[in-house]
């Protein structure tokens, strides 16, 4: 491919995900002490907005890390060692949770479910069940990113209130995508990060946590100093709100810009375009004549999977995406590398980001020898996007 042509870059992965102009603008900003009254507005309205896309009254404690933190915040907080622990996972980071429960010495139950299909609240209420002594807690995926599989957190938040068991869900890739209406479903815990749909880049974690999850966190003797939730519970409630370490200010005042973009968008018509690009992207990828990765359902609207036609050598496409195009897709993990290619639609996306992914996707793949028509992808997609709305009328 001539890579003059192909100058620009388009970041098409679930996360980190492209950045609003106004979001990278206020990083620029001279930075704030974290103390100042000028900082502390800019901290309780982001912490106001956080329980907004949270659909929650509760606490969203913050934390400067990675996703991973507040998912091992969640671990320190609730699993005691030698006691039992239950993980639900069918991808790379649902076995996350089961990696974090063993690495607290958890009595760990962990139901694995099969790559690419759904979580069986079925088969988690028989385990829950099953056990000889009750789990505080269980941990489960919303959006499995490795996959695009959501999963039937509904659901799971029933089976978990069955057994008076603390239900820890894990949605870095979902939250701000894919409604999760935490209160109304009764789920205890949500973790999330920034630098997925919250439109952010990474550094700053998040765990809402409920008031029952903030107790059993009090009543675990297990050691933790930096994710104690209630320590960082105390700190949020305060008034001026403070944050008990130093938080990580310039991600902060983009996720204060990034939310006020939510907040203006509406939160459902956020999901509804994220609905829509996923439907844009499955109708391209099928017209390219590639069979979807996962259930054929339409809520998975974060990460849209394919496997790769085995005539090509599937491990090649994203490197040559990314350096012969300038667009950076995933491909899969794990297992299945070089099996399937994962294109991310969640934040910071719009219709001709689609278009883009999947004309190039289709490009790479005639590159290396598949026989697809040009063009077909573009199209498919473009059809979906013109159910989905006209454009508004310009002058
Ligand atoms: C569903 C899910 N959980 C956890 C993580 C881990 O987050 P981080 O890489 O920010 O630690 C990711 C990151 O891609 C994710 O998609």
């Not at 996350?96 to 088969?123: M, N, S, V």
């Not at 880049?201 to 765990?207: D, E, I, K, Q, W």
């Not at 290396?368 to 009328?393: F, N, R």
């Amino acid at each position: 491919m001539s890579p003059g042509i192909y100058n620009k870059s388009y970041l098409m992965t679930a996360g980190p995900t492209p950045l609003p102009p106004a979001v990278s603008q206020v990083m620029a900003e001279p930075i704030l002490y974290h103390r100042a009254p000028t900082f502390i507005e800019v901290y309780e309205r982001a912490l106001a907005g956080l329980k907004t896309v949270f659909q929650t009254e509760n606490d969203v404690l913050a934390f400067a890390s990675s996703g991973s933190g507040a998912l091992e915040s969640a671990v320190a907080n609730l699993v005691e060692a030698g006691e039992p622990a239950v993980v639900a996972s069918a991808g790379k980071f649902g076995e996350r949770w089961a990696e974090l429960c063993e690495a607290y010495g958890a009595d760990l139950t962990h139901l694995e479910f099969e790559w690419g299909t759904k979580i069986d609240p079925e088969q988690v209420d028989q385990a829950l069940a099953g056990l000889d002594r009750p789990a505080k807690a269980i941990f489960v995926t919303h959006s499995e990113t490795s996959t695009g599989v959501v999963h039937d957190v509904e659901t799971l938040a029933k089976v978990a209130a069955k057994y008076d068991t603390i239900l820890c869900v894990d949605a870095v890739s979902g939250m701000g995508a894919i409604s999760l209406p935490q209160d109304e479903w009764g789920v205890d815990v949500v973790v999330a990060g920034s630098q997925k749909a919250l439109m952010c880049p990474p550094g700053l974690a998040f765990a809402s946590v409920s008031q029952k999850a903030l107790d059993a966190a009090a009543d675990n003797p297990t050691g933790r100093y930096y994710f104690d939730w209630n320590k960082t519970a105390n700190g949020q409630r305060k008034s001026p709100a403070d944050s008990p370490f130093t938080p990580g200010v310039p991600v902060w005042m983009a996720l204060d810009v990034a939310l006020k973009m939510i907040s203006a968008e509406g939160l459902d018509n956020v999901y509804a375009r994220h609905a829509a690009l996923a439907r844009a992207a499955r109708a391209g990828i099928a017209a390219i004549g590639l069979e979807r990765f996962g259930p054929d359902d339409d809520d998975a609207n974060v990460v849209t999977g394919a496997y790769l036609p085995e005539s090509i050598d599937g491990g090649k496409l994203p490197k040559l995406m990314r350096d012969g195009l300038g667009i950076t897709v995933a491909g899969g993990q794990a297992h299945l590398k070089g099996k399937i290619v994962r294109m991310a639609h969640c934040g910071y996306y719009g219709a001709f980001d689609i278009i883009v992914a999947l004309t190039g996707l289709e490009m790479a793949l005639i590159d290396l020898g598949y026989d697809a028509k040009p063009g077909s992808a573009a199209g498919a997609a473009e059809k979906v996007l013109i159910e989905a709305g006209s454009p508004e009328p310009v002058g």
